[in-house]
């Protein structure tokens, strides 16, 4: 067993959750048990979820402190230049 603290908004939310899995499921759930089915269905629809709130790229071209102009170019790269740039290693 864990405790969950959870503020006031996170207790209702929770609670609206638990309502909605209970009528789903046909019977009154425990706090418990919405959160296991919570998290259950968050396990089984990562990509659901990824649309969801989305994993978007950075715009990196309005972010001040990110100058675009700057390119660095390192040429041809294999794992031991890699290694050599990251180690140290002859």
Do not use: C
Request: without cysteine; hydrophobic residues 40%.
């Amino acid at each position: 067993m864990t405790t969950v603290r959870l503020t006031a908004r996170q207790n209702q939310r929770l609670e609206e959750a638990a309502r909605i899995l209970s009528a789903s499921v046909g019977r009154r759930l425990t706090r418990g048990e919405a959160i296991a089915h919570l998290a259950e269905l968050a396990l089984r629809k990562r990509a659901w979820l990824d649309e969801i709130f989305g994993e978007r790229e950075p715009d990196y071209a309005s972010d001040p402190l990110v100058d675009m102009s700057i390119v660095f170019d390192a040429g041809r790269t294999d794992a031991r230049s890699h290694d050599k740039v990251l180690y140290g290693w002859r």
